[in-house]
């Protein structure tokens, strides 16, 4: 059984990831098992976000490092 199907969806209607996190997650798909990889295709990107955490809503459980 796909690792994927273990996973809950936090946002029910998706939520879309930085393009250059999605294009990083499609560099690694031959990392991932072949059964799994519908999970990561399907991920859509966002040219507009610059920081994984924007669009979060919620506090941090980490420091933000600033460049």
């Known amino acids: ?24 997650i499609k560099n690694y798909l031959n990392l991932i098992p072949p059964a799994d990889h519908p999970f990561y295709v399907n991920l859509i990107g966002n040219d507009t976000l610059e920081e994984d955490t924007e669009g979060y809503n919620a506090e941090l459980d980490f420091q933000m490092q600033e460049d």
Do not use: H
């Open 1 to 24: 059984m796909p690792f994927s199907r273990y996973l809950q969806p936090l946002w029910s209607n998706g939520k879309r990831v930085a393009d250059a996190k999605l294009k990083d």
